[in-house]
């Protein structure tokens, strides 16, 4: 299966794009991992959302970017989800792989984020270190993690 990646401010996100994007994450994080939260939090406007739609046409990744002083004095990005029909499929690396060349080709370089628990390792695999301990937020155990670019 191959994929198209799409990237855009939120400004430049057409009536659709918001839609697909709010639609899967409403999927993934309300509905299949039953976290009641307040998934529009104002930081829409200032990330870059990147998406990736397989070949037949589906929403299968997403996740917004962050440059500095928006959630951390680093570059960051969260709301990374893959959806059910792409799982399994090596699209998580895919995205995480499209949002480094991103925040690179920006001139990023210190990444911070928070990342759910359970996929730290996940993260390590692309250099990212945990800092500090676990924490719960919105009741899902979730942990800061650091990467420096080269």
């Not at 500090?132 to 670019?149: A, K, N, W």
Request: aromatic content about 14%; glycine content about 6%; hydrophobic content about 40%.
């Amino acid at each position: 299966m191959t994929f198209q990646v799409f990237c855009k401010s939120y400004s430049e996100l057409s009536k659709e794009d918001l839609y697909e994007i709010f639609k899967a994450r409403n999927q993934v994080f309300v509905v299949e991992q039953h976290c009641v939260y307040q998934d529009l939090d104002d930081l829409d406007q200032s990330a870059t959302h990147l998406w990736l739609v397989s070949s037949e046409g589906l929403f299968s990744a997403y996740a917004r970017i962050f440059p500095p002083n928006v959630q951390y004095k680093d570059w960051s990005f969260g709301r990374v989800l893959t959806s059910q029909s792409a799982r399994n499929e090596g699209v998580g690396h895919l995205l995480l792989d499209a949002v480094l060349e991103y925040i690179k080709r920006s001139g990023g370089k210190d990444i911070r984020i928070s990342a759910l628990a359970y996929l730290k390792g996940f993260y390590q695999d692309y250099g990212f270190k945990p800092v500090g301990e676990e924490y719960m937020e919105d009741g899902i155990s979730h942990i800061q993690m650091f990467v420096s670019l080269d």
